[in-house]
């Protein structure tokens, strides 16, 4: 495969992962009458609905409205011909969580649909998820496991990826009981000891390039993946994993805390930052991990874990909360509680199993000082259950929202994460 076509696969997969959508003809306008989108307990949210095309109404054109909590059957339904004016409907909550707006408007033979998710008292959203007694005992053996293992380095240089001023390796470490951590490893050509940035993944499983931005900035970057297999493989070989012997990865053994998926990716989380505080360039007190969605929890695990983290920079968290549709609203991503997984996986051992994963369990452990954003659109990693993790952390933090956002963010968004996360680094 060619260079060239290697990296339009790249941009393409980053664009899909975690870039806003397309634009569509038919623009569906819903406005809360709260800016901010936030509301008190028992306050009437009204919406205010249009639906226009070429910037005019469409008329006669059936227009179908639901509200209710995310990912819960809507409580209130109706439908209209779109007129020459808004259609405004209005409900509320009697307690703490999301109210979720949805229009789908039928035009010709298309469908579009939008909404606007409204937050209720959301600093009193609580975790619902129990904590094992044992829970430190539990990680400290397994960390303790993890330091016997030796870290047996091997770095492949990557000419074609470097840059004037940042060289670019394939990194290969061992990992929590054999399994190998591959990555790559960005290192600024400039000498003397630098702040690090440790890249941990969404979910999902693909290739892997250089964060050249960062690194000729001065920071080294390490970006790893976390299935145990080399990061710049054909693009075909990730495809073929994702729809054949990784497929729905994060279910694979959740009945049980020490065979489960992400117990070796957790652990090899700290066992990247081992090789990198290993590093002769880094400069020490000054790593940060950050990541989106399974990367945004897979940060929130390694600064629970590991007191070297010095920041923490997240975006839209999974793995929150898992038991929240236990009690009528959203549990977090992979939703092991849904309709469609609620019969295979609501049994004893895998509920006793998640207990020992969940971020709202690991966000009480952060002591370091993070930045957090999301918005409140989000379907992939319902609002609900970041808030739930999110209001466990009671160490210095700062939530940047971008309401109308869903599972993906603005570049904006990223630039206000980067630049914190420099102020923060470059303050040691």
Same mark, same amino acid.
């Given at each position: 495969?060619?260079?060239? #076509?290697?990296?339009? #696969?790249?941009? =393409? ?15 569906? &306008? ?34 179908? $409205? ?13 439908? #209209? ?24 408007? @039928?035009?010709?033979?298309?469908? @579009? ?29 397994? %960390? ?6 030796? %870290? ?28 190998? =951590?591959?990555? $790559? ?38 970006? &790893? ?56 360039? #880094? ?6 991990? *950050? ?13 629970? %874990?590991? /007191? ?6 997240? =975006? ?33 051992? *895998? ?46 933090? /700062? ?11 603005? /570049? ?8 914190? %996360? ?7």
């Amino acid at each position: 495969m060619t260079r060239a #076509f290697l990296f339009l #696969f790249l941009i =393409i997969h980053s664009y899909i992962g975690s870039s806003q959508p397309l634009e569509q003809p038919v623009k569906i &306008i819903i406005t809360p009458n709260h800016s901010n989108w936030e509301y008190n307990i028992g306050e009437k949210a009204t919406f205010s609905i249009q639906a226009l095309k070429n910037g005019t109404y469409l008329k006669n054109t059936k227009i179908k $409205i639901s509200l209710g909590l995310e990912k819960m059957n809507p409580f209130l339904e109706d439908s #209209f011909q779109n007129q020459s004016m808004p259609y405004v409907v209005a409900s509320e909550l009697t307690k703490p969580g999301f109210l979720r707006c949805v229009v789908t408007v @039928y035009e010709n033979s298309n469908t @579009y649909k939008s909404m606007v998710t409204v937050g209720y008292d959301i600093n009193s959203i609580q975790s619902t998820t129990n904590e094992p007694a044992d829970f430190d005992q539990f990680w400290k053996k397994s %960390l303790n496991e993890l330091s016997d293992v030796p %870290l047996d380095i091997k770095l492949t240089p990557l000419p074609d990826k470097s840059s004037s001023r940042s060289n670019v390796f394939q990194v290969n470490i061992q990992g929590y009981q054999g399994s190998r =951590i591959y990555g $790559i490893l960005c290192m600024p050509k400039k000498s003397g000891k630098h702040p690090a940035i440790l890249n941990l993944p969404g979910a999902g499983i693909r290739p892997y390039g250089p964060d050249l931005e960062m690194a000729d900035s001065g920071y080294i970057v390490l970006s &790893i993946g976390i299935h145990g297999i080399p990061v710049v493989l054909d693009p075909s070989i990730y495809n073929n994993l994702e729809t054949g012997a990784l497929k729905g990865y994060f279910f694979f053994n959740s009945n049980n805390k020490d065979k489960y998926y992400y117990k070796r990716v957790y652990l090899n989380c700290i066992r990247a930052i081992d090789f990198v505080v290993s590093l002769p360039e #880094f400069k020490p007190n000054s790593l940060a991990v *950050t990541g989106n969605s399974q990367g945004g929890a897979l940060s929130i695990v390694s600064a629970a %874990l590991d /007191k070297r983290v010095n920041y923490l920079a997240v =975006i839209h968290p999974a793995l929150c909360d898992f038991t929240g549709y236990f009690f009528g609203r959203a549990g977090g991503w992979p939703h092991f509680y849904d309709k469609q997984n609620l019969d295979k996986y609501n049994n004893k051992e *895998t509920k006793e199993t998640l207990e020992y994963f969940d971020i709202a369990n690991f966000s009480k452990r952060i002591s370091q000082t993070g930045f957090y954003t999301w918005g409140f659109n989000d379907e992939t990693c319902p609002p609900t259950s970041m808030f739930a993790a999110f209001n466990n952390v009671k160490s210095q933090k /700062k939530l940047s929202l971008y309401l109308d956002t869903g599972h993906w963010f603005y /570049k904006e968004q990223k630039s206000e994460l980067n630049n914190w %996360l420099i102020n923060k680094l470059n303050q040691n």
